[in-house]
Structure formats: C-alpha cells, structure tokens
C-alpha cells in the first residue's frame, strides 16, 4: 500500500458537504467512488475535517491509501477526470503512512464571501452570501482583532456540537473589500474551527457592521460561553476552505 | 403607455438563450412573464440583441410598454425580485417612446474568458471557457489589432446566418491576463457584431497563441470572406455582453 497526499477543490453547490452519507451526494463518496473504479478495489479517504452542505473548497486535503505505486501526474489527472466537473484534483504527493489528514493539520484557513448593494449578482447567488444592508466597515475592522489568540469560542459554536473542548487559537482575522464584485472577503486562519464558527463569526460582524451591536461586544460574548449572545449563522454558500497546513 | 430602458444581467447556464422559443425556457420568457403579472396585461419586451444559450450577459438592455407610469425604484424592485435568481434588474429609466433597444444601438462590449492551465476550476465551469493547452500571449497580442477597423466579416460569422450585409467596425480588441484565476480575458468593442462573430475570433486567437496557425493571419482571412480559414468557434460559456451603448 502506498499513502497519497491530494489537495482538493471543490463546488459545494451540489454537495451534501464533504462526509459520505446514506442517499446523499457528498465528495467523499464520489471520490471514493472513483479511486475504487482505478483501484478495483475498495478505497476509503480521510479528509482533513468535513464542510457541510453548499461550503466551497479551494484546497481541501485528504489522504488515502492505494494498493500500488502510481506516477504522480498519472494518479491526478486520472482522478481530476474521472471525478465529477465539480470537483477538481489539483495536486497529488506520496507521504510517509503516518501522515493523516486529519489528525495532523496544524492550520486551517477559510475564506468568507459577502456581496453587498444592490442587485444581488446572478454569478455569485451559490458563491457568495448576499447582505443588502449598510455596512460600516470601519466597525468590522475594530471588531475583528478580538477574535485573535486563544479563547474558549463556546459562543461561536453551533449548539449541538459533541466536541468537548472548545478551546481554539486564531492567528488571521482580516477583510478586505473587492471594489469589483461589491463583495467583503473575510479571512480567519486557526489551529482548527468548531462546528459553524466561522459562519456565527460572520454573522455576528455583519449584525456590528449593520449598527445593531456594538464593534466592542466580541470579549464580553466570547467570555459569556453563550451561544445566543452572537449574532446568526452566515449562509454556507459564502464559505471557502482555503488552505490547511501540516508540520 | 409608458416606455422603460433597463439594464439587466444574467446567468446564461440554464437559458435557451435570450429570445423567446417554443418548449424551452429563455431570458425573454421570463421577463415577460413577470411583467405582464405586474401590469395585469400582455407585455412584450425588447432586447439589443439574442444570446446564444449558455452565453452570459453583465447589461444586457431592454424596452417595453407598461400602462402606467411606476416610480424607477420600484419598477427595477419588482422585476428583479419576481424573476429569477439568475436574472437580476440592475437599472430602470423612463425613456421616450421613440426609444428602440435593438435600431438604435451605437455601439456593444463583449467580454470572454478563457481559463488556461490545469486543472479546470469548479468554480468557472460555466463562467469560462477551458484551454488547457501551451499559449503564447505575445501571439494573441500581435494578431488583436488586426480585428481593428470597418471589415466585411464574413469570414468570422457562422455559416446559416441570414443577415447580408456583414460589415461591422470593430473599436477595440485587446486581452488582459488574470494571474489570480488563470484567466485570459478579451474584449471586443464595436458597432455590432455577427452571429457566433466573437466565440470565432476567440477560436481563432487561441489557435494563433498555440502556434497552430500564424500570428500574421488574421487580414487574409478577412479578406478570403471563408468562414473555413477561420478558426472554431469558442465555446459559449465564455461569452458575457457587457455594454450596450446607444446615442
């Protein structure tokens, strides 16, 4: 057996996000679908964690184990084409058998589009979230470097989540505004994200943005380990998981 | 009656194209459709010109009649919230009734993107066109300027077309390189253009840079007046109308 590293890409549109499930269309599943057509032989992946349904991927990375050696560029085009148009191979890399996708990442990052102003573009309704609303950018921009460090982001965690510790560290809270598309592009980059936290964190900045809470509340709801303290959950088709990184 | 201008935008991947047909779901229809149950009555539109299907316009424009005066805000409003999703109303203007969205244009912009390089992006499956072969750009740059000018442009039209006079005075034919999504993106500006006209002298171009046909081609073929010197016809997903301009 020899293990391969690959990086993804794919469009959430159509994807009931990335882990296989009964009588869903996920990308594990069609991936896995695949690489057991080239194998003749059943092949299983590991991603380096899930994204639920309608999140985008510009660089998701899994890991899976194939029975012999193939070239590189063979076993990416092989499986870039074999896949479905919505999902792209963009780099494939043999590793060492203990490297894993998932338990070794060491940085993630995701990106997060808004479209703002009016009309919403009919070329980013499945790309981007869309807030029609006023923005005060200036008060995003205040709020975003308390998210920075290490806290207990309880707050920012989907209620229902079985994970225990809820401790994470961000090094990356930054936006830009893209003058072109009329979109706000947010970037968090972490040692790991709880379940939703970055779409909560979206929706809490855009509710600062919009002057319905205050730029200085992110210490106080992160201290308060309450989720109804923060704002919404942004949509999913805003969410791109951008790169993840390992030692 | 009252006459209305509007600049509307849309995603071409599920249209038959612009004009209204038979069985299959169009720009037209659907606009139609949304204004006559707005006024109660039958309202016809009327655009600048037809898309083909899968080809994508950023202002596209249009007239019609409505029967009674509306204010400009929430006649663009309605028609943008009641179509679609992949139809959106970006202007609407009272225009005087010798206004005509189709005699008077002065000048159009197309716009066509071209991804280059592997692999193809799921993001830009419908929104550009894939060529993942060697380009030299300084090829494409060199032909460009020979698109320049008045021409009978027979030669660039697609063979069945019914118009006869196939003169048209291209004002622009230029190329930028996106290095962020890979993309070549042409634009062509003139008086009007034929049928098919722009995914031909793309086909054509993408010929010139790789090295398939000679940079110097392009006033020889225009002269032969043979669509089969040209090159094939690019592939629609590509395409946007960008502007159309009127006196």
Aim: glycine share 6%.
């Amino acid at each position: 057996m020899v293990r391969y590293k690959a990086i993804i890409a794919y469009d959430g549109t159509n994807f009931h996000g990335f882990q296989r499930q009964q009588n869903a269309r996920t990308v594990q599943e069609e991936i896995e679908k695949t690489l057991t057509k080239m194998a003749s032989k059943r092949i299983e992946i590991h991603g380096s964690g899930r994204t639920d349904a309608g999140v985008h991927a510009l660089g998701q990375v899994i890991h899976f184990d194939f029975p012999y050696p193939r070239p590189l560029e063979k076993m990416r085009f092989g499986l870039d084409t074999q896949t479905p148009e919505d999902i792209a191979v963009i780099e494939v890399e043999e590793v060492d058998e203990a490297f894993h996708a998932r338990y070794l990442v060491k940085e993630k990052t995701y990106q997060f589009r808004v479209q703002l102003g009016k009309p919403r573009s009919p070329f980013t309704r499945f790309y981007a979230s869309y807030f029609p609303y006023d923005i005060e950018l200036a008060k995003i921009e205040r709020a975003l470097p308390d998210f920075l460090g290490t806290h207990d982001f309880t707050s920012f965690c989907a209620s229902g989540s079985s994970i225990e510790d809820k401790v994470r560290t961000i090094y990356e809270a930054s936006v830009t505004w893209k003058e072109e598309t009329q979109e706000l592009v947010f970037t968090f980059r972490g040692d790991g994200f709880l379940y939703k936290m970055i779409r909560i964190m979206v929706g809490t900045l855009l509710k600062i943005g919009n002057h319905r809470m205050d730029e200085t509340s992110i210490p106080a709801i992160i201290a308060a380990k309450d989720r109804n303290l923060a704002g919404p959950t942004a949509h999913p088709e805003g969410l791109y998981l951008k790169e993840v990184k390992y030692d």
